[in-house]
């Protein structure tokens, strides 16, 4: 009943963050552009080198200039892109291509265990729904590794999660596709290990920002490793081993291994660490006030022409502080907290009857 | 380590526009416009041309409280460059320099 909970409650935690980080947001200041291309260019031109930081500052001040949803959003999208690839990225390429590796090589034996036993149309759905969410690990990973001091912090923690899980599972073919009994409880590996991550990262890294990158890297590297274990586990147990089904056939039990496997390991066991990570990260660096004190992602140079490039402080805009809430913010508040509540309202209700 | 290879279409097209009128600033944006590409490929060429010493950049005078426009044109090196690839013409091209050229 434990694990359903946690789970449950995951979906909320993630709520109670955004909810946090809303109420926390201060309007643009009038005359300041702060709309979706300026955020999300903002957020691309983040993730460059230091020495690239002043063609970031370079793309925002076109952007800037620019009139026109479209024309700008085109802007945005394709310096976002630009600046999603431009070198050097230093160690972090490494770490990236061995993401991507990893995540091509579960793909693949996946589609081919659809292809080797003929599975029906959902299980091709189901094969979409899995390259989507393995594109999107890969993504997510990669501008996660480019991020300063997450790449060695950020992998050991998703390999300390993925030994615990496996682990559990007696390190065994069969306990990857049918749980086996653990040796520990459930929880160390849902709850303690992730929140170890989370703890060690932001105290490692300085800052609650890296602490809860390194959490979800943890998370995803974690995941995309499991998942390849399991689709390994698949491939080479086929139909066979426990737990024993008679009444199925080899196609069906396949399929709901295959299936079994990306839920757990795309989507639960990833959620679960991420949002525990988050969590202890938030709270390490509340309980220690000079960890809370995040770093502006974007190193902002403005200099006139024929001067050096010293940088200044992010503009006001790029860092978040409280505010007044306007109405539709208030609004919008007021909504988020009538769902966190309904859904903590049905975790507790759902816990205490199971 | 840098390698020696010439340059792209987009990118020869970006240094034309750019010897149109080497003394005049650029904004990145009138590049995109003028040469007709994407903006994810301007910026990644601009990168690789101020790398090799072929780009001056500088930032707009006096923004306001806006933020600062970032302006480009060739430096004279680029301007060389520029023009011996006019001289060899597009069946014949010419490496980019392998390293960052000295001021002036």
Not at chain 1, 109 to 136: C, K, N, Q
Not at chain 1, 191 to 196: F, H
């Amino acid at each position: 009943m434990a694990k359903q909970l946690v789970l449950m409650m995951c979906p909320v935690g993630i709520a109670v963050a955004l909810l946090w980080r809303y109420a926390r947001t201060v309007p643009a200041a009038p005359g300041v552009r702060d709309d979706v291309p300026v955020r999300l260019l903002r957020w691309a031109v983040g993730l460059l080198s230091a020495g690239r930081a002043e063609w970031g500052q370079a793309m925002l001040g076109e952007l800037d200039h620019l009139e026109g949803r479209g024309q700008r959003w085109r802007f945005a999208v394709g310096c976002a892109g630009a600046a999603l690839l431009l070198p050097p990225w230093g160690r972090a390429a490494a770490a990236v291509w061995a993401m991507a590796a990893l995540a091509a090589v579960a793909a693949d034996l996946d589609a081919s265990l659809v292809v080797r036993y003929r599975l029906g149309a959902g299980d091709w759905v189901f094969g979409v729904i899995m390259l989507v969410f393995v594109a999107s690990f890969a993504l997510a990973a990669a501008t996660l590794l480019r991020r300063p001091g997450v790449v060695v912090p950020g992998l050991a923690g998703g390999l300390l999660v993925a030994l615990a899980w496996l682990a559990m599972r007696g390190f065994t073919f069969y306990g990857a596709i049918a749980p086996m009994t653990a040796p520990f409880t459930p929880l160390v590996a849902m709850v303690a290990v992730p929140a170890l991550v989370g703890v060690v990262g932001t105290l490692r890294a300085g800052t609650a920002a890296a602490g809860r990158r390194i959490a979800r890297l943890a998370a995803i590297s974690a995941g995309l490793a499991l998942y390849l274990y399991g689709v390994i586990a698949v491939v080479f147990l086929g139909a066979t081993g426990p737990p024993a089904d008679p009444g199925s056939t080899v196609g069906y039990i396949v399929s709901d291994r295959l299936s079994g496997n990306m839920i757990a390991n795309l989507v639960a066991i990833p959620l679960v660490t991420a949002t525990i990570g988050w969590a202890a990260a938030a709270a390490t660096a509340r309980l220690r006030p000079r960890l809370a004190a995040e770093v502006a992602s974007v190193p902002v140079t403005a200099s006139g022409p024929g001067t050096g490039l010293d940088p200044v402080p992010a503009p006001p805009e790029a860092v978040s502080a409280v505010g007044a809430p306007s109405w539709p913010r208030t609004a919008w508040l007021l909504l988020l907290c009538a769902a966190v509540a309904a859904a903590v309202f049905l975790a507790a209700v759902s816990g205490l009857r199971g | 380590m840098q390698r020696n290879r010439p340059p792209s279409a987009q990118a020869i097209g970006v240094l034309r526009a750019l010897a149109a009128d080497p003394a005049r600033w650029r904004y990145g944006y009138d590049l995109v416009t003028e040469v007709h590409l994407k903006t994810g490929s301007l910026y990644p060429i601009l990168v690789r041309l101020a790398d090799r010493g072929l780009l001056e950049t500088s930032w707009e005078p006096d923004p306001g409280s806006r933020p600062p426009r970032h302006l480009y044109r060739l430096s004279p090196a680029g301007r060389e460059y520029a023009a011996a690839l006019a001289a060899a013409g597009t069946s014949r091209p010419v490496p980019l320099p392998r390293t960052r050229l000295s001021e002036g």
